[in-house]
């Protein structure tokens, strides 16, 4: 019989969550536990949770009503809650969840072994004080999933900025950037294992190390990890445009390894709304860099992210987010109807916007991309790309990967091409995604 004690692990939100969970599976198999991908199964159910919009976290509450139910058939269980909703709620999940043995918040993982020796003996516990020194990192350092060909590497936690509508500062803590000589032996190590594109991570990169002197700034730091043999290709997210430099936007024009695609946020198109949104620009601010970028890389690929319904939005600064969409032309964009967080400088914001406009005005937003997406993707047909290989694709048929414009693309070709780049034309352009011939 198999006495290996499981771990069944649910990720939700950003990518800071998915890289925290990998660290999650490192810890827990150091106290024994394996990863299992049924619940049912499990002896150990973490949660690793989201608090970005409303529904993000009611989605929390219904997975914990799901494992309630299983922990009544099987009182060993033990189930624990971690992330951003965890450090929202803290002590008061232990209260209104019964079930619930732990509680760890965004800067507790090194606390997470104990918690959990802790619960198998019948104690629960919560932990979510913030940790406001480089030593977070440290703490984080055992990963324990089997790595692709393409891996994230945290260069910055926490965030500093503050916009009106968002809780990612107050879950998450300030800034606090990583040594460059930290993150180039992570990359070092990383590619050694056969990975070969590596983006670098943060709420915010573009202020890497503004509050560390002596330390590269991001600019300098992109150059240091495309020093490195191993990477093929380098990629970073999130950029705030306000923080987007020109020695930043330069590198796109100087670093070969530097992919050329953007995520670049503007969240409105409106300039009375982005001031309410305390973003610190203007949408004509926005478009400069927008241009700047084009400049310096003609075949960037833009993405972003946008927010519709903002309290006290009104159709004309509607108009105004189509009209900049329009003009950037993003090869993807992500959007979401405002959605009000405690604790946010917007939640007290009066909001007279019937809902039912609001979600009117999302189908239009998205109804305008889907078609610029599409119009995008026919443009590149003909087109030569490089493709970094992932493997093959969902249905097994063909190999899946990447163009430097992170263009979803298949193509033939065998599976040993993992971790590649691979030059291809474009011979259809679909809504999701590419297809392309290997040249
Ligand atoms: N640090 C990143 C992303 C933060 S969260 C950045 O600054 O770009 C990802 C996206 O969720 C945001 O860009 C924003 O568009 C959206 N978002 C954040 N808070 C929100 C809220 N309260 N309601 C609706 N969307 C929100
Ligand atoms: Fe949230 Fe703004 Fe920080 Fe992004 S920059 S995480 S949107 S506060
Ligand atoms: Fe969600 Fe926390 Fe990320 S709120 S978007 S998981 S930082």
């Known amino acids: 019989?198999?006495?290996?004690?499981?771990?069944?692990?649910?990720?939700?939100?950003?990518?800071?969550?998915?890289?925290?969970?990998?660290?999650?599976?490192?810890?827990?198999?150091?106290?024994?536990?394996?990863?299992?991908?049924?619940?049912?199964?499990?002896?150990?159910?973490?949660?690793?949770?989201?608090?970005?919009?409303?529904?993000?976290?009611?989605?929390?509450?219904?997975?914990?009503?799901?494992?309630?139910?299983?922990?009544?058939?099987?009182?060993?269980?033990?189930?624990?809650?971690?992330?951003?909703?965890?450090?929202?709620?803290?002590?008061?999940?232990?209260?209104?969840?019964?079930?619930?043995?732990?509680?760890?918040?965004?800067?507790?993982?090194?606390?997470?072994?104990?918690?959990?020796?802790?619960?198998?003996?019948?104690?629960?516990?919560?932990?979510?004080?913030?940790?406001?020194?480089?030593?977070?990192?440290?703490?984080?350092?055992?990963?324990?999933?089997?790595?692709?060909?393409?891996?994230?590497?945290?260069?910055?936690?926490?965030?500093?900025?503050?916009?009106?509508?968002?809780?990612?500062?107050?879950?998450?803590?300030?800034?606090?950037?990583?040594?460059?000589?930290?993150?180039?032996?992570?990359?070092?190590?990383?590619?050694?294992?056969?990975?070969?594109?590596?983006?670098?991570?943060?709420?915010?990169?573009?202020?890497?190390?503004a509050k560390n002197p002596g330390e590269p700034d991001f600019a300098d730091l992109l150059r240091l990890v495309a020093e490195i043999d191993g990477v093929k290709r380098l990629r970073f997210t999130t950029s705030h445009p306000k923080d987007m430099s020109q020695r930043l936007i330069d590198c796109f024009a100087e670093?070969?390894?530097?992919?050329?695609?953007?995520?670049?946020?503007?969240?409105?198109?409106?300039?009375?709304?982005?001031?309410?949104?305390?973003?610190?620009?203007?949408?004509?601010?926005?478009?400069a860099k927008v241009s700047a970028l084009k400049k310096a890389c003609p075949e960037i690929q833009f993405t972003g992210d946008m927010i519709v319904g903002f309290p006290g939005e009104t159709e004309a600064d509607f108009q105004a987010t189509l009209d900049l969409m329009q003009e950037v032309t993003y090869a993807d964009l992500f959007s979401f109807i405002y959605s009000a967080r405690p604790g946010t400088a917007a939640a007290d914001l009066p909001d007279a916007t019937d809902p039912a406009e609001k979600q009117a005005r999302l189908e239009r937003l998205q109804a305008l991309q889907k078609k610029v997406t599409l119009e995008r993707n026919q443009s590149l047909v003909g087109t030569v790309q490089e493709v970094l290989v992932e493997g093959p694709s969902s249905s097994g048929e063909c190999l899946f990967g990447r163009t430097g414009g992170n263009r979803a693309t298949l193509l033939d070709g065998d599976e040993a091409l993992a971790g590649e780049l691979v030059k291809v034309k474009v011979v259809e352009g679909l809504q999701t995604l590419l297809k392309a011939e290997p040249l």
Do not use: W
Not at 25 to 41: F, P, R, W
Not at 92 to 119: E, I, S, Y
Not at 258 to 266: R, S, V
């Open 255 to 287: 670093i070969p390894k530097l992919a050329p695609h953007i995520h670049l946020p503007a969240q409105s198109g409106s300039d009375r709304v982005l001031k309410a949104m305390n973003r610190g620009y203007t949408a004509g601010q926005y478009l």
């Open 1 to 209: 019989m198999d006495m290996q004690k499981k771990l069944y692990l649910e990720t939700f939100g950003c990518q800071m969550n998915v890289s925290d969970s990998e660290k999650i599976v490192g810890l827990m198999q150091g106290i024994g536990y394996v990863e299992t991908k049924d619940s049912a199964q499990a002896d150990l159910i973490l949660l690793n949770t989201c608090s970005i919009r409303a529904k993000a976290e009611q989605k929390v509450y219904g997975h914990l009503g799901k494992f309630k139910s299983l922990k009544e058939s099987r009182p060993g269980l033990i189930i624990g809650v971690g992330g951003c909703v965890a450090q929202q709620e803290g002590e008061k999940l232990l209260k209104r969840a019964p079930f619930v043995n732990l509680v760890f918040g965004t800067h507790n993982l090194h606390q997470l072994q104990d918690m959990v020796r802790g619960a198998e003996e019948g104690r629960r516990s919560s932990a979510t004080d913030f940790i406001d020194d480089e030593a977070r990192f440290d703490l984080f350092l055992p990963h324990g999933r089997e790595g692709s060909v393409s891996r994230f590497v945290t260069v910055m936690q926490g965030c500093d900025n503050f916009c009106a509508y968002c809780i990612v500062p107050h879950v998450r803590g300030r800034e606090i950037s990583r040594s460059a000589a930290k993150i180039v032996d992570e990359v070092r190590q990383l590619t050694a294992s056969g990975v070969t594109e590596v983006t670098l991570l943060g709420q915010n990169v573009n202020s890497y190390a």
